[in-house]
């Protein structure tokens, strides 16, 4: 499949954005999509997951509460939702997917997007 991202940028602190994949190719399969992100020096990270269906759900402890991952399996399209933003949470954002259950490693997943920054100050 390929993975288009969008929706990053800058904000303050305590702001919200919301970031988009669009999700084409192969979407016949049951998928697990994910956010990860990965901020300079530091290894990339997974964020929040989803599976087909939009359950289950799994979060990072760092953005349980804070993060909402959803998918539209319509429109082939995931989304992150991203509230009370940190200056922590500045990284780039990348979309990822795999056939089959979720995965926190980032070497389970086949498929990337290009990654969408995320800034916040």
């Known amino acids: 499949v390929q993975l288009v991202e969008s929706g990053g940028g800058s904000v303050q602190a305590g702001g919200s954005l919301r970031l988009s994949c669009k999700v084409s190719?192969?979407?016949?399969?049951?998928?697990?999509m994910a956010w990860f992100r990965q901020a300079p020096g530091k290894e990339r990270e997974a964020v929040a997951m989803?599976?087909?269906?939009?359950?289950?759900?799994y979060y990072a402890d760092s953005v349980k509460g804070r993060f909402t991952i959803s998918r539209d399996d319509a429109k082939n399209a995931v989304y992150l939702q991203m509230n009370s933003l940190k200056v922590e949470d500045t990284a780039m954002y990348y979309c990822?997917?795999?056939?089959?259950?979720?995965?926190?490693?980032?070497?389970?997943?086949?498929?990337w997007g290009q990654g969408t920054q995320v800034t916040v100050s």
């Open positions: 990822a997917a795999r056939p089959g259950p979720c995965a926190w490693q980032s070497g389970a997943y086949m498929s």
């Open positions: 190719g192969d979407t016949d399969r049951h998928y697990c």
């Open positions: 989803i599976y087909t269906g939009g359950t289950p759900t």
